[in-house]
Structures are given as structure tokens and as C-alpha cells.
């Protein structure tokens, strides 16, 4: 288990986010803003909540972390990073021609990665299946895994959403990345998966709605679905797509897009770089 | 010749596999009294996961099951667990390799009466065509449950493509079944046909009425359709004068493909008998269908005699 300090878990956060920076680069196309809104949970899970060891792997005793939402491979990557499951250093081959590091998630070459995600919606039934096979092993292990809003969208979310109520995989804990955007532009404008909360708990599901970017409120509602019993839970996290950085904050474009040398600059030094 | 079902058989080995390995789960898509899948439920209920009518959530939901130390089996129609399901396939199983075993049942034209939406004819080819998946077709019930066996001691991704219909015994009962090998059935000296599925027995009359021909032909189960193994295939086709494929499934990307890509440039006369790029449609009965199709006896009667250069002697 890791700290409860917020302080500590914001600076944490913070280095993510300069991760992703250093990952993009300049004149390179990156998925920044789904990667940025999820810093603070991935944050909390990984050096609050999870039962991990970086050392191991594959430590039976581990919590699971999927990202269904594939595309936001950069923070987890980061976090990776940041957790010690590999140097730092090679967060800037991300994408290059046979790095560990892929576009997507891919278990086989990335230390800490625990399923190939990315082509949306089925992460979540992945997750449902390892939940159900831990508890038939009797195993307390609980897993995370987190969605998007615009990945709603898919018809898969909801089968899985069915069966994990029906086989009450209550050690299941999904988090949606409720940005508000899709690749495209606002959710509410291109294709609306609204209302997020009245769906889940319809499907079955407990349901508490956070502000994805107060570690406070995170951890309050990580531990607070721990004691909740007989459902999946879903955390609906509120959060700003491509939070962090001023001029990719809710902004479509920055869904997979480009930083040039300016706003490369300009993102680290926002992100305090140099002032650890 | 004994008839045995293949589901049948299928499903029982299922359960065998259940009592000798806990790791073995079972998924199913509503369809467990026609998959047989229903007989692992009955004796494992805790390890049989019901999904629904949702065969993308089922093969995920495998794909999760096998990241945690299960081997999972998915059961559905084949078309709908190798077509509706493929992306799942695809991206979250063959992509790392994970041990789920997709079974896809009724396949070919097998399920006469549904028709086209509920027959796969090109199921076979969509699943050879992923990289890492390996691709079964068993000839018979002897075959298929060596064959299930097989499938739950390997590691990493497998389709097996179940018929509906009652199939003649013909796999040698005490032959060891290998993945990749395939298996001669009859011995013949003039002409070899590689077929899979039920048209091995189809392959069989075909030899015993060329045999009062004075036509010896030799008949090879290629049931394993990926990996191929090419060494074996060419030492069977040895001395042969022509070579015949047969296969209840689309001529694109099946057995006959696979063969008329080993052989390129050998000069072995071949001909390719299968569904010449045409869906299913209904039937009163699997014959009337098999025979509209050209699936017969007596269609590789035929092309062995055309590719030996014995028509018409």
C-alpha cells in the first residue's frame, strides 16, 4: 500500500504529466488528452490503492489494472515508469519502431501491462473475466479498470456491464474517464452515451460519481467501493480532458494530436519542469 | 461403420477434461443444447459461465478468464464464434498469444435449415488468417475427442470447427492425435485426396467406388489446417499422379488454399472442390445441400479420375 499524502500523490501526478510530455514530444501525434485526464486516478491507484510489486510483476497477489481505453497508454506508461517496473529512460522510445513501448497496451512487451487493449470496449469483459476467474480461485484480488466516456459508445460495454451484475463481481472496480469529449469533439454534441450514472446503475452496478482530479475525493470513493458487496462498481471520475496543461484542457484536437516546440515548452514548463 | 455425433462427443469430453483439470472453464452463448456444452454444466456448474446471447463479451470475458490461470473453451455456432466474435479474437487473444479455446459448432453447411445467416462457410479462413491462431477440423467423433484432448494440453490460442451432423468413424482409434499432423486414412497409389471434416467420408466412398475402377486412391484427413505441416503433406503426395482437395468451406483461404500453396510449381495436377464462393442457404435435409453444393462422392470421384488423366478410360 502506498501514501495517503495528497501532497505527495499531486507532485506524483505531476511528474506523470511531464512524463506524457517527454512521451509526445514535439511534431509527434499522441493521445495527450485522455492520457492527462486520467493522471490523478492513475496516480491514486498505482502508488495509493493497488497491491502491486513492481519488482514482480506477475505476483499472484497483485491488484489488476486494465485500461479498456487503450489509447491513454501514455499514463499508464508513466506510471509504470514512475513505479520502477522499467528506467524512465525508455518512455521516450514510446511508438518507435521495436520499443517495449506500443501505441497500445500489449502484455507481452511491457512489464506491468496486464491485457492488449485498445480497440474499445473490450477491456472491461477482459477485466469481468479475471475478476470472475480470481474468485473462483478464492482470491482477493481486486480489479480496476478504466473506461471512456466515448467508449460507451460500443455495444460491448454493455453486454459486460450485464454480466458482471449477473455473476456480482464485487471485485470488480470499473472507473469511467467522464471527459466529456470523444476523438471528434463534446459527447453531448457528436454522439451521447449520456445519462453515464441512471445506465450503470440500470445495469446493475453500485455507482458513485467523484471528481477525477481531487485525490481526496478518489481515495475516499477507491476505499469506500471496497466495502460495498454483491455488485461491480463503477467511480464515474469528472474530469477535464487534457487537464494540466492550459491549452489542451477540453480541447478535442489534443484527443491524438501534436504538440509543436512552442506548446512542447510550454506544457513542461507548466508542469514545473526543472522545479521538483 | 459406428456414427457418432461430433458435438456429442465434444461436449462429453469437455467433462472428462473438467474432472482431470480444474483450470478447464466453459463459456457458452445460449446455445448449450445444440453446442453440448450443457453436460460440463451440469457436472461443473461453478466453472460454466452462461454469457448470453453477447459472444464478444463471452470471448473477452475467455480471453480475461485465461490472463488468471483458466482454460477457458467458448461455445457458439461457428459463424458467430469466429465472425461475430473476431475482433475479440484478434485483438485480445491471438495478439498475446492467450490459451482460449474458441470452438465454433454447426459449421459448414451443417445447420441445413437455418441457411445462409447461420452457416459458416468461410469461418475457417477468417480464423487462419490471424496470426498465432492455430485451426482444426476434425473428420469424425474418434478424431474430435483426441483432437478436444489435444487442444486443452496446448498452449495458446485454438478454433476447432465442430459439424452438426452424425460422422462414420474413420480416424484410426489407436493412432496418438498431433496438432499439425496430418493423418492417412486410406492408402492409395494413384491419386491422394486431402480433405477435412465430413468430406473425408465423402473422400472415402469416393475411394472405394474408384477402386472397382481400378483406381487406387488414397485418402489423408488434413485436419489441422494451420500450422501446416508441408514436409508431411508433400511426402503423402509422393509418386501421386494428381491430387484432389475437398472441404465443406469457401475455396478462398481453406484446404484448398492451403495445399494449392505447397504444391505451387510442383506439377502435380490438382483440383480444389468446395463452396465456390456462395453463402449457405436452406434445405430440408444436409444432403439435398451437400449435393447442390457439389459435396458429394461422387464430385471427387470425379476429379480424381480428371486429375490422374483416367476420364473417360
Redesign the interface.
Known amino acids: 500500500m502506498g501514501t495517503r499524502d495528497v501532497g505527495s500523490l499531486e507532485r506524483t501526478a505531476r511528474r506523470l504529466r511531464l512524463h506524457i510530455v517527454h512521451m509526445m514530444g514535439v511534431g509527434q501525434k499522441g493521445h495527450l488528452g485522455g492520457s492527462c485526464s486520467m493522471a490523478e486516478v492513475v496516480t491514486a491507484l498505482y502508488f495509493s490503492k493497488m497491491r502491486h510489486d513492481p519488482a514482480n510483476p506477475t505476483w499472484e497477489g497483485r491488484d489488476r489494472f486494465l485500461l479498456s481505453k487503450g489509447h491513454a497508454a501514455l499514463v499508464q506508461y508513466a506510471a509504470l515508469a514512475e513505479s520502477g517496473y522499467f528506467p524512465s529512460e525508455l518512455l521516450p522510445t514510446t511508438k518507435a519502431l521495436g520499443s517495449l513501448l506500443q501505441g497500445h497496451p500489449d502484455m507481452k512487451l511491457t512489464p506491468g501491462v496486464e491485457a492488449n487493449t485498445g480497440s474499445l470496449g473490450q477491456g472491461l469483459s477482459i477485466a469481468c473475466g479475471m475478476a470472475a476467474g480470481l474468485r473462483l480461485d478464492g482470491r482477493a484480488n481486486r480489479v480496476y479498470c478504466i473506461v471512456g466516456d466515448g467508449e460507451m459508445a460500443e455495444g460491448q460495454i454493455w453486454e459486460a456491464a450485464m454480466a458482471a451484475s449477473f455473476y456480482k463481481l464485487d471485485n470488480l472496480v470499473g472507473i469511467l474517464d467522464r471527459n466529456g469529449l470523444m476523438a471528434t469533439g463534446p459527447i453531448i454534441d457528436r454522439f451521447d452515451t449520456n445519462p453515464v450514472a441512471e445506465k450503470w446503475r440500470a445495469f446493475g452496478w453500485e455507482v458513485l460519481e467523484v471528481d477525477g482530479h481531487s485525490f481526496p475525493a478518489i481515495l475516499e470513493a477507491l476505499d469506500r467501493v471496497d466495502g460495498m458487496t454483491g455488485k461491480p462498481k463503477m467511480i464515474i471520475a469528472r474530469t477535464v480532458k487534457g487537464c494540466g496543461i492550459s491549452f489542451a484542457e477540453g480541447v478535442a484536437a489534443f484527443h491524438n494530436g501534436v504538440l509543436d516546440a512552442e506548446q512542447y515548452e510550454r506544457a513542461r514548463g507548466e508542469l514545473g519542469e526543472g522545479k521538483r | 461403420m459406428r456414427k457418432q455425433n461430433p458435438r456429442e462427443v465434444y461436449g462429453r469430453t469437455l467433462v472428462e477434461l473438467g474432472r482431470e483439470d480444474t483450470r478447464i472453464?466453459v463459456l457458452e452463448a445460449d446455445l448449450s443444447k445444440s453446442t453440448m456444452s450443457c453436460y460440463f454444466e451440469q457436472a461443473y456448474p461453478?466453472?460454466y459461465?452462461e454469457?448470453?446471447i453477447?459472444e464478444?463479451?463471452m470471448?473477452?470475458?475467455?480471453?480475461?478468464?485465461?490472463?488468471?490461470?483458466?482454460i477457458?473453451f467458448t461455445n457458439s455456432f461457428a459463424t458467430f464464434a469466429a465472425g461475430r466474435a473476431y475482433?475479440?479474437i484478434?485483438?485480445?487473444i491471438c495478439?498475446?498469444?492467450l490459451n482460449v479455446k474458441i470452438v465454433g459448432s454447426s459449421s459448414g453447411l451443417s445447420d441445413f435449415g437455418d441457411g445462409s445467416t447461420h452457416q459458416a462457410v468461410e469461418d475457417a479462413a477468417i480464423m487462419r488468417s490471424i496470426p498465432n491462431m492455430t485451426v482444426l477440423v476434425p473428420c469424425d467423433g474418434i478424431e474430435t475427442r483426441k483432437m478436444t484432448r489435444a487442444m486443452a494440453r496446448y498452449h495458446g490460442p485454438v478454433y476447432m470447427r465442430l459439424n452438426r451432423d452424425d460422422m462414420p468413424d474413420l480416424f484410426p482409434e489407436e493412432e496418438e492425435y498431433v496438432i499439425g499432423k496430418p493423418y492417412l486414412i486410406r492408402q492409395g497409389s494413384d491419386g491422394v485426396v486431402f480433405a477435412n471434416g465430413i468430406m473425408v467420408s465423402k473422400a472415402v466412398e469416393a475411394a472405394e467406388a474408384l477402386s472397382a475402377l481400378g483406381v487406387s486412391t488414397r485418402v489423408v484427413d488434413v485436419s489441422t489446417l494451420k500450422p501446416v505441416d508441408e514436409g508431411a503433406l508433400r511426402e503423402l503426395a509422393e509418386g501421386m499422379s494428381g491430387m484432389v482437395t475437398a472441404e465443406e468451406h469457401t475455396l478462398i483461404g481453406g484446404l484448398g488454399s492451403v495445399v494449392a500453396d505447397v504444391f505451387k510449381g510442383s506439377g502435380i495436377p490438382l483440383r480444389c472442390m468446395g463452396i465456390n464462393d456462395r453463402f449457405g442457404q436452406s434445405a430440408r435435409s444436409y444432403a439435398e445441400l451437400l449435393a447442390e453444393y457439389g459435396l458429394t462422392a461422387g464430385h471427387i470421384e470425379s476429379d480424381v479420375l480428371e486429375v490422374i488423366g483416367r476420364r473417360g478410360s
Not at chain 2, 59 to 70: E, I, N, Q
Request: glycine letters at 16%.
Open positions: 472453464v461453478d466453472r459461465f454469457m448470453g453477447a464478444a463479451n470471448t473477452s470475458f475467455a480471453a480475461g478468464l485465461s490472463l488468471v490461470g483458466k477457458p475482433d475479440q484478434r485483438q485480445g495478439i498475446p498469444g
